[in-house]
């Protein structure tokens, strides 16, 4: 079955305001939280990540928050600008020693 | 950049040919993993190595193949092409591989079409 759901699938919002994308996970094994954005047409890079029990880790406008309890994790990105417009995907545990990735969200920014 | 080198960059073939994908990890980075990403679709991972051995396999089809090579170089193999199989196909490394904390970079990736 699924290890790791991310949604929402797509997800439109207008320039400034905020954007939140939220994964589950099922294996409780691992600390690393990893978040990658994909623009059209080039690699995945890696825009934040957390490794900790700790529950939030911002840079700049970009957080991810997390929950080990219920197991999920967020990505949050506040006063978004058009370049923010792109896939995110996020990356859960799969047993000790793997990751699986998201079926990635597609964010749309609207001027 | 990430460190990451992927050959070639765009890729057309026919139905039925064999072609081979190439990829260098970042130096120091001793395992490489395999993903297919169709239009739209995410990222399905495929085969991962570790030091040269095979270390996982994920949704990798039986005509396809990987090595990684003892300057840790990787080569995915996919024969007897179909339509289906057109698609992006990335490659990453990581510093280690047995470890579900290890942050994996990107190549650029191998655009495949198959005509």
């Known amino acids: 079955g699924e290890n790791v759901e991310q949604h929402p699938s797509t997800l439109s919002v207008q320039e400034g305001d905020s954007a939140v994308i939220k994964c589950t996970y099922s294996?409780?094994?691992?600390?690393?939280f990893p978040w990658y954005k994909q623009e059209l047409g080039k690699r995945p890079q890696l825009i934040i990540d957390i490794r900790s029990n700790v529950g939030e880790k911002k840079d700049q406008r970009i957080a991810v928050t997390l929950n080990k309890t219920a197991k999920h994790f967020s990505l949050h990105i506040t006063e978004t600008q058009p370049e923010d417009s792109a896939v995110y995907f996020c990356a859960g545990p799969l047993g000790d020693d793997k990751i699986i990735f998201g079926k990635g969200t597609r964010l749309h920014i609207l001027p | 950049d990430s460190g990451v080198t992927q050959t070639p960059k765009h890729l057309i073939t026919a139905t039925g040919q064999r072609v081979t994908l190439r990829c260098s990890p970042r130096s120091g980075d001793l395992s490489v993993y395999w993903y297919q990403q169709s239009l739209d679709q995410g990222l399905q991972f495929l085969i991962q190595?570790?030091?040269?051995?095979?270390?996982a396999k994920g949704n990798i089809l039986e005509r396809f193949s990987a090595q990684q090579f003892p300057d840790l170089h990787s080569e995915l193999n996919l024969s007897s092409l179909e339509l289906g199989d057109s698609a992006l196909y990335f490659c990453?490394?990581?510093?280690?591989?047995?470890?579900?904390?290890?942050?994996?970079?990107f190549g650029p990736g191998t655009r495949l079409t198959v005509l």
């Open positions: 190595y570790y030091n040269g051995e095979e270390r």
């Open positions: 294996d409780s094994a691992s600390n690393y």
């Open positions: 990453a490394s990581s510093v280690r591989g047995g470890d579900s904390t290890d942050t994996q970079y």
